[in-house]
């Protein structure tokens, strides 16, 4: 099962959850990066709709430009 790039994991040692709309969206607030993996990706699948099929590494790799950049790397 692949796993989100290493480059894409809060390297926080205590990391600050972000809010969103009242919820903790799995994302630090402090680096942008995250710190829970499958928080997000359930609060991604609540809140976006027409994500592609797959997991995780394989959503964002089609769909966010940011992880994209990580992984070129």
């Not at 809060?10 to 600050?16: T, Y």
């Not at 997000?40 to 709709?49: F, G, I, N, T």
């Amino acid at each position: 099962m692949p796993s989100l790039h290493p480059g894409y994991h809060c390297q926080c040692s205590i990391p600050s959850p972000m809010m969103v709309q009242g919820e903790d969206s799995g994302l630090c607030q402090g680096c942008g990066f995250i710190y829970d993996e499958r928080l997000y990706e359930m609060r991604l699948r609540q809140h976006v709709a027409n994500l592609p099929e797959g997991d995780l590494d394989e959503i964002l790799s089609q769909v966010d430009p940011r992880y994209q950049e990580v992984i070129a790397k």
